[in-house]
């Protein structure tokens, strides 16, 4: 129905306004055609009485005149004749000749409308309606004898004018009336024509989930079928799971066991996830702040295996075996790290450069702009060969699981497949993915997508990304795209493009080992030197610049501007750990915080009180963890972010159920934790009304959004988002290998089976 009114209204008001416009097209035309008429009709009255009239007039007979005045002025609509003379003086008129338009004014009109002496005409109020003047000039032999003054009657001309309009107006209104019949009829007969095809679509999709062939239908349907089709082959697998509910670490290897039986999996990210120091001659395991080894590491603690990575650390080499393995974690062993060494070279066209000058910069909407250079490429293709080859080394079969993580392994997948054709590759993309427009500024683009294409399955956070990937294959890449299984088969390979949200573990083992939330607040204030009945706001972030830590400064800044109760009070703990350092846009976001910070705290702090306090280092998880648990509000201000799990993690450390999370509209968590409190960073005002809200709300308010949240995370959680990659490779692993066993082809739909993986 308010479909139909969306149509209706604006419909009523077109006509509405086209009937006006052909009202007053119609009285325009009307009155131009009444006006000729009229005209026309006074030079016939006069012409026929001509000879007489000018006969009297030379011979000066007044009443003969006026006699035959009374023959032209018969006509039930003329008010009056007069005969005047040149000069504009009366000679005679009938007896109801109005007096307003004596001889003179009519002349006058006459002489300013035509030079030669013809037939003129006006139009004129009298009283309460109008009149129409006509002066027929007369003339003999001799020279001119002046002209004929005819005042007609207007009001009939009012009078059908109301006449056309009262039916334009009805004609107008059955018309409006015919269409909105028309177009309900046509919405109700489309909607249902459009329900039915929908019906029989989802009915034949609810039938056949899986790979197999999606029913034939219109394009409008097919956003929304990939969709129902995803959610339909998610249920799927939760129910040949034989079990709902939680994700867990028992769920995860029992997924990997009954769909990929026997496989071992092997996990490349760049980033390790113990990283050996030394520090006062002690060796020391650092954890990194990072969300992909937050998310990955509890996986593969799950499902054993082992997990690639550059040996970052200095004394990482003093603790590997001469193949450079280690197992981890280092009190409970569960996985193997293996460490791959980059030359300083290496790691700095590899990483410094390709990867985090020209990729990282390239997907984030940060406003920095990204370097592409040659011989950074160059170094990165030659380090994603390396890993290609550390992968090899630790393959034990020839079909293995392969997990490569994030932009810093594009060419890995295909070089993975040239050499392990039969092994299953999942990738993911950890930040988001950019238009296509804006991916052309890579040099590389198509090799870049070539090499990313040799992925069994490609993984990014939200569906938005996953799309912006498919319009860069379509546009710079001859693939086949089909965009309804969500997929790309290049050279006969197909990859499927799937939205998967990363997460954290659940229980977080990081919130269980913390003490209690009042425990925690007590320390932390008393680190920060806080009166009991201050407020504390915390950020935790690595100092990057789509984090948008500036802009989070400023936010509190415009805070104490606007609401001067909080002076004093609020105190904001940005946790930051130096990241990139080597890279120049990093040594500029790290100064202008400071700059940033120390302002503020000139302008707002007083005697001990600073309302800013930088903590520019790395912090373990347990110190992070107390933060979380100690502050009032967690304020994520990225600006763009694929998830953004510090948000999640709050979450997760506030058991308690306090504490507001105040959530950039810019993060991929913020499509799932809508009950944060939503903000645009850039927007300072709504960042400091939120803010604002979240230091006032009440307890009660916070618990009902904090539970909310944490429901959430606790399903959606890490162990959910490995799952579904792996029951959805061993689903495609099944029917590669069902297809591998048929030997006579029995159908021939171009990209179809795809090839192995
Ligand atoms: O979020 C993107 C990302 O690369 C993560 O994958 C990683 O956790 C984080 O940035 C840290 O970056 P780096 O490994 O360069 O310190």
């Given at each position: 129905m308010r479909a139909v009114l969306k149509v209706l209204v604006p419909l009523m008001l077109l006509l509405g306004a086209i009937a006006w416009g052909a009202s007053v097209l119609v009285e325009h035309t009307a009155r131009r055609w009444f006006d000729r008429d009229t005209r026309m009709r006074a030079e016939l009255a006069v012409s026929g009485a001509r000879d007489g009239l000018e006969r009297a007039l030379r011979k000066g007979e007044r009443a003969r005149v006026r006699r035959i005045l009374g023959e032209v002025a018969r006509d039930e609509r003329v008010l009056g004749a007069a005969a005047c003379d040149p000069e504009g003086a009366l000679v005679a008129s009938t007896s109801e000749y109005p007096e307003p338009f004596d001889c003179g004014r009519i002349r006058a009109h006459a002489a300013a409308g035509a030079a030669a002496p013809v037939t003129s005409a006006f139009e004129a109020p009298y009283g309460e309606t109008r009149v129409h003047l006509t002066a027929v000039p007369l003339a003999d032999e001799e020279g001119p004898l002046g002209f004929v003054a005819l005042v007609h009657d207007m009001s009939w001309v009012a009078t059908r004018e109301e006449q056309t309009r009262g039916f334009l107006a009805v004609a107008f209104a059955i018309v409006a009336l015919a269409a909105a019949v028309a177009t309900t009829l046509a919405a109700r007969f489309s909607w249902r024509g459009w329900s039915a095809e929908l019906q029989r679509v989802l009915r034949a999709t609810w039938l056949m989930p899986g790979p197999s062939a999606p029913p034939r239908t219109r394009r409008e349907f097919q956003p929304l079928l990939s969709d129902v089709r995803a959610l339909v082959s998610e249920l799927a697998s939760e129910q040949s799971e034989g079990r709902a509910g939680l994700w867990s670490p028992a769920r995860l290897r029992d997924a990997l066991a009954r769909h990929l039986p026997g496989s071992e999996v092997i996990v490349v990210a760049n980033r390790e996830p113990y990283i050996h120091e030394r520090r006062d001659g002690v060796l020391r395991v650092q954890h990194p702040a990072s969300g992909l080894v937050t998310a990955l590491e509890p996986?593969?603690?799950?499902?054993?295996?082992?997990?690639?990575?550059?040996?970052?650390?200095?004394?990482?080499?003093?603790?590997?075996?001469?193949?450079?393995?280690?197992?981890?974690?280092?009190?409970?062993?569960?996985?193997?790290?293996?460490?791959?060494?980059?030359?300083?070279a290496e790691e700095e066209g590899y990483y410094y450069g390709f990867s985090n000058e020209g990729l990282w910069p390239l997907c984030h909407v940060a406003h920095t702009r990204p370097t592409f250079r040659g011989g950074d490429f160059a170094a990165y293709r030659d380090a994603n060969r390396k890993f290609a080859d550390a992968v090899c080394e630790e393959a034990n079969g020839p079909d293995p699981v392969v997990l490569v993580q994030d932009y810093h392994f594009a060419l890995l997948p295909r070089m993975i497949r040239e050499r392990l054709p039969r092994a299953t590759i999942i990738t993911f993309w950890h930040i988001p993915w950019p238009n296509s427009e804006r991916f052309g500024i890579c040099p590389w683009g198509p090799e870049i997508l070539e090499g990313m294409l040799g992925s069994s399955i490609l993984g990014f956070h939200v569906q938005a990304h996953c799309n912006n990937f498919l319009d860069s294959v379509d546009r710079y890449l001859e693939a086949r795209l089909d965009r309804e299984r969500q997929s790309v088969v290049l050279g006969g390979q197909e990859t499927l493009i799937r939205a998967y949200p990363i997460s954290i573990d659940w229980p977080t083992r990081w919130a269980a080992d913390a003490p209690a939330a009042p425990l925690c607040r007590e320390r932390v204030f008393a680190d920060l030197g806080l009166a009991p009945d201050a407020l504390l706001g915390v950020g935790i972030d690595r100092l990057d610049y789509t984090k948008g830590i500036e802009e989070r400064l400023l936010a509190v800044e415009r805070l104490l501007e606007r609401f001067?109760?909080?002076?004093?009070?609020?105190?904001?703990?940005?946790?930051?750990?130096?990241?990139?350092?080597?890279?120049?846009?990093?040594?500029?976001?790290?100064?202008?915080?400071?700059?940033?910070?120390?302002?503020?705290?000139?302008?707002?702090?007083?005697?001990?009180?600073?309302?800013?306090?930088?903590?520019?280092?790395?912090?373990?998880?347990?110190?992070?963890?107390?933060y979380y648990r100690a502050a009032d509000l967690c304020y994520v201000s990225s600006l763009h972010d694929g998830m953004n799990l510090v948000a999640k993690e709050f979450v997760a450390a506030r058991d308690d159920e306090a504490g507001v999370l105040v959530l950039s509209r810019f993060t991929g968590a913020s499509r799932e934790l809508g009950e944060a409190l939503l903000v645009n960073p850039y927007d300072l005002e709504e960042a400091s009304s939120a803010l604002a809200a979240a230091l006032a709300m009440p307890r009660e308010e916070q618990r009902e959004r904090m539970r909310a949240l944490r429901t959430f995370v606790s399903e959606f959680n890490v162990y959910r988002w490995a799952g579904r990659m792996l029951v959805d490779a061993g689903r495609l692993r099944k029917r590669d290998r069902v297809s591998g066993r048929i030997t006579v082809p029995f159908r021939t739909v171009p990209g179809e089976a795809g090839g192995r993986r």
């Open positions: 996986v593969v603690q799950a499902t054993g295996g082992t997990w690639i990575a550059h040996g970052s650390g200095a004394a990482d080499r003093e603790v590997v075996d001469r193949h450079a393995r280690v197992r981890v974690p280092p009190d409970d062993p569960a996985y193997t790290l293996r460490r791959v060494w980059l030359t300083a001067p109760q909080f002076r004093g009070r609020f105190t904001f703990a940005q946790l930051a750990a130096p990241s990139r350092t080597r890279i120049p846009r990093y040594q500029e976001l790290n100064r202008n915080v400071e700059e940033v910070a120390r302002r503020v705290n000139e302008r707002f702090g007083e005697g001990d009180y600073r309302p800013i306090v930088l903590l520019r280092e790395h912090h373990e998880p347990p110190t992070v963890f107390r």
